[in-house]
């Protein structure tokens, strides 16, 4: 939610601005408003000087920045570094790379209302501006690290999510704008959607960026726009393909018992909670029983067969 | 001055205006939704809201909402790009997205303004389809509240809480849930709505409307066994052409005498007549108040007009330790109905319960006002059915009339006749000066100099007078809007610093020509002033213009009532006010 005027007691919603805060804020008077990191920064600036302060970071960026590392990866935790660091030494180094060894994807910048980066992002020297540059922002110092286990699509519904729960509901982009993003991206995630969806995603998204009155509203549909900038060919896949690369999007999988592969031993069956499982009349070369099948009409996607088969006959596809 | 472009038009003006203004100024008619202002009678709702007024302003990087953004030096505008027009059509195309488009049932059919706005922009579908909000509908007397509709403008919210400082409603809850409601999502009926239904008049869709009478109007005509009267209020007479195309102000006293009887009530009269008894009543308990103060004996001043039932009901709810400075005359609907069923029934040869009143009233509260239990008889209300002018307008339609057509007729007798001091009762000031008209004359014994009292006419909010009482400096003030009113009950907690006779109290923009009930003006201030000249005329074009040389008043108090504010008249046309203050308890 943004910051609005409860202090006063009325509705936590932003006002107009001009006047900003710091000519009419609290009651009318002068407020300063900032992050508790802007005021941490202030002690240290005082005693060790703004030279020195300087001496740390990028030409426009000054100083230092903390992040919240986490996602996928091997370490994660707050960490401050000087700004102009690259992703590449923040994930490798700081991070000690992805997680069991498996590939980079993307990484989410600034919080929900943030962008998504990827492997041509690694190296640039990561300020304000550059970040902004890529289509994502500083933002909340958010840095969530995702591997190829990561549905792009998916992701930016999670972030949608979020600022739906967060709008104030005052402007009409954000307020209803953010709802019908969210409903596009859930019939994408779900298999119901089509090229023209696609299409709108990308209108909408802009509208909002364009329209909305305030900071949440505005960076708000970041997630979608980067995620379709740079992960085009997996909303298509969603789209087109019905496919969904990452396994994330349930309806999109399928669970497939490899006939060849299935000795017939039927623990998948035993432990299938909504009986889609059923036995054929075919019997594989080598195997004394018939195979088994799943009926995807039923299967609910929990899992639990491809668990049970000691074979590893069944795959998800 | 600020130099500008609008549309590569080079324009000037003056600094601090908006973008919107600047253009509307200049012939470009930016569309908006959620602003509203009534020019010169301060109100204003600004929220930047809807986001229907977005403009290109050159090197800055999001649109701007005209509505809320200065010119500055320099600025180049576009009110018309692609980029601007695909934001304004997707914006309204979302609004439409979440609305349940029933235009063809909806009280707000072609007076919709999200309805004209998706005309104009063209929409001929909407993209998006997704879950509808829905909430519980509610209603009041007066005020009919279908959430569904909403489109989140707020003005209903600045109306009630700025204007009237009733405080009723608010905006809850956050997000696609976000709507206006009561606190707590009450009743509104249990609210500290006063019903002045002004957040009707503002609304721009179906959201909130008032509620509808008609069809119960329609089966007390059409029942053989009842006699069926009615009464229309001042600010009617210049408000009701509007609806039949006729130029804001319009008087269409006459054609609407004719209309009524031709939708088939039986006797006309008008609600002028008894707002000329109103200023007897009320004026005399003035000039009573006035001399036990000069004679040193406690005594409440100022007196408070009471004609206004939205005043009412806010005193009752915001000050009952003030109770009883208000006069305790009924409104001009009250003293009509108790005359109508008390002194006109066996004149008319029936009885009680078999004559129907009817009023039509420029208003909403005063199908509240019409409810209340004291100006009712075992059960049996003074007034029965309270209509707006709205729903006359819509009740001539449906009976296959047209008001351009009417002849000119006159008002029935003997509830009829009035003078030019109750015309005025429709606009700000207009219940002082009559007031001052008839006691200036019985307290002096001497004829008015000048007739017209120019200090208490126009549309100041407060205005504030000092009238020579042939020696007497008598202090008066005149407000419309509650938070105005409130400012003055404050004064009067704090003991009357200024020293104040007598004040007159309208909640509505300028009084009743701009009541909840009148054609939607749409925030065009120009009609509500074009009302007010035209009541005005009115009273000077009349032979008789004080109250107490009405020979029909005159007659009643010689045949029935005897003297005002006499015993008979206490009982009929004098009222009593109740603590309402535990409606606020939910909200304190
Ligand atoms: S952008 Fe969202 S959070 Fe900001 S004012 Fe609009 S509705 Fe509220
Ligand atoms: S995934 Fe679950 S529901 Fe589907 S077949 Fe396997 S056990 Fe049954
Ligand atoms: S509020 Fe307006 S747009 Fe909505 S249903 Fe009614 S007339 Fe139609
Ligand atoms: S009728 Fe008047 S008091 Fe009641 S909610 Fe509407 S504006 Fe407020
Ligand atoms: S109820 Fe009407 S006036 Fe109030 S916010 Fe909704 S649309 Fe606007
Ligand atoms: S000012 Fe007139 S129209 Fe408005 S609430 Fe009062 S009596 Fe009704
Ligand atoms: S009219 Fe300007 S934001 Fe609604």
């Given amino acids: 939610m943004p910051p609005g005027r409860e202090l006063e007691g009325q509705r936590g919603e932003p006002t107009l601005k001009p006047p900003f805060p710091a000519v009419s804020g609290y009651m009318g008077k002068p407020s300063n408003v900032n992050n508790v990191e802007t005021f941490a920064n202030v002690p240290v600036i005082i005693t060790k000087g703004a030279a020195w302060f300087s001496s740390i970071g990028t030409e426009k960026s000054k100083g230092t920045k903390v992040f919240a590392l986490a996602g996928q990866i091997n370490n994660v935790g707050l960490i401050e570094v000087p700004m102009g660091i690259t992703l590449r030494e923040i994930i490798y180094e700081i991070g000690g790379g992805i997680k069991n060894g498996r590939q980079f994807k993307a990484v989410q910048t600034g919080g929900p209302s943030g962008g998504c980066l990827t492997a041509k992002h690694l190296d640039t020297a990561i300020d304000y501006d550059s970040l902004v540059a890529a289509g994502s922002m500083m933002g909340s110092g958010g840095m969530v690290v995702m591997d190829e286990t990561s549905c792009m699509p998916a992701i930016a519904k999670f972030y949608l999510e979020f600022t739906c729960e967060e709008s104030c509901g005052k402007c009409s982009p954000c307020r209803i704008g953010n709802k019908r993003l969210c409903e596009i991206l859930e019939k994408i995630t779900d298999g119901r959607g089509t090229m023209e969806d696609l299409q709108e995603l990308r209108n909408l998204a802009a509208v909002i960026k364009d329209t909305a009155l305030c900071g949440l509203g505005q960076t708000s549909p970041n997630p979608v726009l980067s995620t379709l900038d740079n992960f085009w060919d997996e909303y298509v896949e969603h789209v087109v393909d019905k496919k969904c690369r990452a396994g994330v999007c349930k309806k999109l999988m399928s669970y497939v018992i490899d006939r060849e592969k299935c000795i017939g031993c039927g623990k998948c069956a035993k432990g299938c909670p909504v009986e889609a499982i059923s036995r054929t009349d075919y019997t594989a070369p080598g195997h004394k029983l018939a195979s088994m099948v799943i009926d995807s009409t039923k299967c609910i996607k929990c899992g639990a067969c491809i668990n049970n088969c000691k074979f590893g006959a069944i795959s998800i596809q | ?588």
């Avoid at chain 2, 980029?83 to 049932?105: F, G, M, W, Y």
């Avoid at chain 2, 229309?232 to 039949?244: D, H, K, M, S, Y």
């Avoid at chain 2, 206490?570 to 009593?576: D, G, Y």
């Fill in chain 2, 1 to 588: 001055m600020i130099n500008l472009t609008i549309d590569n038009k080079p324009i000037q003006v003056p600094e601090g205006t908006t973008i919107l203004k600047a253009a509307r100024m200049n012939g470009i008619d930016i569309p908006t939704l959620c602003h509203f202002e009534l020019d010169g009678m301060n109100f204003e709702n600004k929220p930047g809201g809807c986001r229907v007024c977005v403009v290109e302003v050159k090197g800055r990087r999001n649109l701007a909402p005209a509505c809320a953004t200065d010119v500055m030096e320099g600025m180049e505008v576009l009110t018309h790009s692609a980029r601007v027009i695909n934001a304004r059509k997707t914006v309204v195309e979302l609004i439409l997205s979440d609305h349940p488009n029933d235009c063809l049932q909806c009280e707000k059919n072609g007076d919709c303004e999200l309805q004209s706005l998706t005309k104009r922009l063209g929409i001929k579908e909407i993209p998006f389809k997704g879950e509808t909000s829905t909430y519980r509908k509610d209603s009041t007397l007066s005020v009919y509240r279908d959430m569904d509709k909403c489109v989140m403008c707020r003005r209903c919210e600045t109306m009630c809480n700025k204007f009237m400082t009733a405080g009723a409603l608010s905006g809850v809850n956050r997000g696609f849930q976000a709507v206006v409601a009561p606190a707590f999502e009450q009743n509104l009926g249990d609210s500290s709505c006063v019903n002045c239904g002004q957040c009707v008049q503002v609304c721009p869709v179906g959201a909130l409307t008032l509620v509808d009478d008609i069809a119960k109007v329609m089966n007390a005509i059409a029942d053989p066994t009842k006699k069926v009267v009615v009464q229309t209020a001042p600010a009617v007479r210049v408000a009701l052409g509007e609806e039949f195309g006729m130029k804001p102000g319009e008087i269409v006293t006459g054609k609407m005498a004719a209309a009524l009887r031709r939708l088939g009530f039986d006797q006309v009269y008008d609600t002028d007549w008894s707002a000329d008894l109103t200023i007897m009543e009320e004026g005399t308990e003035l000039l009573g108040r006035l001399k036990k103060a000069l004679a040193g004996e406690p005594v409440k001043l100022p007196m408070f007009t009471s004609c206004c039932p939205a005043w009412v009901t806010f005193y009752e709810k915001n000050f009952p330790d003030l109770l009883e400075y208000p006069s305790t005359a009924k409104s001009p609907q009250g003293m009509f109905g108790a005359v109508a069923k008390n002194y006109l029934a066996p004149k008319l040869g029936v009885k009680r319960e078999d004559l129907v009143v009817v009023s039509i009233m420029p208003c909403l509260a005063k199908k509240s006002e019409r409810a209340r239990e004291e100006l009712a008889v075992n059960g049996d209300s003074d007034v029965n059915y309270t209509l707006s002018t709205r729903e006359l307008a819509h009740m001539i339609r449906q009976c296959n009339l047209d008001l351009n057509d009417m002849p000119e007729e006159d008002f029935d007798s003997p509830l009829g006749q009035s003078t030019g001091a109750a015309v005025i009762f429709g606009a700000t000031g207009g219940v002082m000066e009559a007031a001052l008209r008839t006691a200036y004359e019985v307290h002096t014994g001497k004829t008015l100099p000048k007739i017209d009292f120019m200090e208490t006419r126009g549309f100041d909010g407060v205005k504030e007078a000092t009238i020579d009482f042939d020696g007497f400096p008598l202090k008066i003030a005149v407000v419309y809007s509650l938070g105005n009113a409130r400012k003055m009950m404050e004064q009067v907690r704090q003991g009357n610093p200024n020293g104040y006779h007598f004040i007159e109290v309208m909640a509505c923009p300028g009084g009743c020509i701009g009541g909840a009930g009148q054609p939607y003006h749409h925030g065009n201030s120009d009609i509500i002033r074009k009302r007010m000249e035209a009541i005005y005329r009115e009273d000077a074009g009349k032979p008789i213009r004080k109250s107490h040389e009405n020979p029909e008043i005159l007659a009643i108090y010689k045949e029935y009532y005897g003297e005002p504010c006499g015993h008979l008249s206490h009982e009929q046309l004098h009222t009593h006010y109740f603590d309402k203050s535990d409606k606020l308890e939910a909200t304190k």
